[in-house]
């Protein structure tokens, strides 16, 4: 076989890739102003481009409440019983259930909310807003933010001009909030922790556990159960994203039981068992979770620190 008929099979095999794949997903993490600690994940943009007229579908695993901004293709969502499409500012409150979604070709930017930055930004109760999908620009609770939209949504504006208008919008718009010492040690408990009871979790943040359950409800979207069980499942799972090829018994973190416990968690949490969403391709959300593990160094927004060093060290 020749040098050119070697290139010409080598350029087919390439070609009938990049015809299967039919997408290609570039993600960007920017960190927020040192005076905006612990009140977002990251400011994220996102480039998807996808051949001709096609759409990719995925599941977003349980998050924080986030704000996205779209330019090009706009999505269609799903999650519980609300759905959402030919939306440009589509806002997520906290979640602990699967988010599914199908877009095209498009230019995004995410905003996810710590509770910390809940807290400062939003005047309503996270559990009221646990898992819904709203129309950012025509709710009360944040049309505020809907300033940013043809900017963020305009994909040739330049992105310092485009960081530089959140920066200047969430400094405006944020206000102290005076739980916001109990919010940071609650947040710190729930990642770094090992607490398997309400109770013990309540110790260790120094509150009692009617002062942590209002806490959660209020800035955290769930009650303290809720919140350790959503963390011990984003932990498997993420584990399982970024170990391509790894069984399900591999990822599943060691708190739980048995894989049958493991299986009913995945169930309730994703809508599906884990065998089905093994079978299923994950083009954007096994992309995103591998870029952000690489580039921010924390897969998902749930294992987020909620700030830099331990706040009981202080």
Known sequence: MGREQHLGNAAKVLAEALAKSRHSIRSEFHAPDRQFEG????????????AGDGVVEDFLQPEWANLRFFGGSRPACELEDYSLSDTRFVVSGPSSRACQFSVG??????????????????????????????????????AKFDQLSDLLCNPDAAQDEQLEAINRTMEKLMRPNRDE???????????????????????ACAMSIRTLERVCRRYFGFTP????RRQRFTRSLTTYMLHRGALWTEAMDEEYHDQAQFTREFTEFMTMTPSKYARLEHPFLASFIEARARIWGSAAQALDQPLQGDPAAD
């Open 39 to 50: 009140c977002f994940t990251t400011y994220y943009q996102l480039e998807l481009d996808v």
């Open 105 to 142: 070709s498009c230019r995004m930017w995410g905003i996810g909310l710590l509770p910390l930055g809940w807290a400062r930004l939003i005047d309503q109760d996270a559990y009221d807003y646990s898992n819904t999908l709203i129309d950012g620009a025509r709710h009360q609770a944040f």
């Open 181 to 203: 010492d109990k919010i940071v040690r609650v947040h710190h408990e729930l990642v770094n922790g090992d607490h398997l009871a309400v109770g013990t979790m309540a110790d």
């Open 225 to 228: 159960k809720r919140l350790m």
